[in-house]
């Protein structure tokens, strides 16, 4: 059975597309995270939801 991990990354308005883009990069390379939702409110601020699989080990013995 697939769990999930999940995180929450706000980006306040003002923040640049090329820095959002290299935060985003740099979460998904080194981190294994994948966009699962965007939210972008009236006052112009971001609320990204981050999430990547949590892989369990079962004993073999």
């Given at each position: 059975m697939l769990e999930y991990e999940y995180r929450d990354l706000e980006i306040p308005?003002?923040?640049t597309r090329n820095a959002t883009r290299q935060a985003l990069t740099e979460?998904?390379?080194y981190g294994r995270w994948e966009i699962a939702r965007v939210r972008?409110?009236?006052d112009g601020s971001r609320r990204v939801t981050?999430?990547?699989k949590i892989i369990r080990?079962?004993?073999t013995m």
């Open positions: 308005r003002g923040t979460h998904a390379e972008v409110y009236r981050l999430c990547r080990r079962m004993r």
